[in-house]
């Protein structure tokens, strides 16, 4: 993902990013536009893959199941929902808590499975808080 030529990619659009590249450049002019940063970054990913045609490393295909992108969004909508109710973070302040936990998560690259024992969990936290809240 590219940000805009002006301003870059905002917080938010930064933190939904697996990773993030920076592109070495000259300090005495260090501001590449979207157009050269694009030409660099296809460079430089074309180089590594004929580094490994080369060498004759093959690739392997991961057959773990990952969830996708959305999945992993209704989760993290899922977790900020019963962090609220259960009163762990505010209302007008779940960014900071939410925006550490989404590093922690992409760092930990669940599984499909993983993340469905984590939805689970949060399903039986939201049980239980809702039978507290009836007594």
């Not at 300090?27 to 074309?46: D, F, G, H």
């Amino acid at each position: 993902m590219f940000g805009r030529e002006r301003v870059g990619l905002t917080n938010e659009e930064l933190q939904k990013c697996h990773y993030h590249v920076a592109i070495a450049a000259n300090p005495e002019y260090s501001s590449l536009n979207l157009a050269m940063a694009v030409q660099v970054i296809a460079y430089e990913v074309r180089m590594a893959w004929l580094a490994t045609q080369e060498n004759g490393e093959q690739v392997e295909h991961e057959e773990t199941p990952y969830p996708l992108v959305d999945d992993l969004e209704r989760f993290y909508g899922h977790l900020e929902q019963t962090l609220l109710a259960t009163g762990f973070i505010r209302e007008n302040h779940p960014g900071q808590v939410m925006n550490k936990l989404r590093r922690l998560f992409t760092r930990a690259r669940p599984e499909s499975q993983e993340l469905n024992i984590l939805r689970g969990i949060l399903a039986s936290i939201e049980q239980q808080n809702k039978g507290n809240k009836a007594e």
